[in-house]
């Protein structure tokens, strides 16, 4: 069993900038691929951006990349998400996600790949 726990979330104006944090539970958290999903109201979850194992390498959607990084330090069990030059288009719940699986470094943007969630935390960016 893997629990996340994300923090850090809250209200901003536009053009600000949060940090997200997801905590990890679990010895082999750095063999897991991170992701992180948000979910505006009355629209489905989405992928915003994925980190593999090692670090090495990162994915974003569309609409974050150049604003938003994704990154992890193995040591403290913890993925983070930096985003930067906020929109209220960004306002959603924000959830990050595990896949404990292991494998290859590849692109994982479908929530079904994912095994494990945390419980969201929510971002409001003001106009």
């Known amino acids: 069993q893997v629990q996340l726990v994300e923090s850090g979330g809250g209200l901003v104006q536009a053009g600000g900038s949060l940090r997200l944090s997801c905590a990890a539970s679990?010895?082999?958290?750095?063999?897991?691929?991170m992701g992180w999903f948000r979910q505006a109201p009355g629209k489905e979850r989405e992928f915003v951006a994925a980190?593999?194992?090692?670090?090495?390498?990162?994915y974003y959607a569309d609409s974050v990349k150049g604003r938003f990084t994704i990154s992890r330090d193995n040591a403290k069990n913890t993925v983070y998400l930096q985003m930067n030059s906020l929109k209220p288009e960004d306002t959603a719940v924000y959830y990050c996600?595990?896949?404990?699986?292991?494998?290859?470094?590849?692109?994982?943007?479908?929530?079904?790949?994912?095994?494990?969630w945390g419980q969201g935390t929510q971002v409001t960016v003001s106009s």
């Open positions: 996600a595990a896949d404990i699986k292991g494998g290859s470094s590849r692109r994982r943007d479908l929530a079904y790949e994912y095994d494990y």
């Open positions: 679990g010895r082999t958290f750095s063999t897991y691929a």
């Open positions: 980190i593999s194992w090692s670090g090495g390498s990162t």
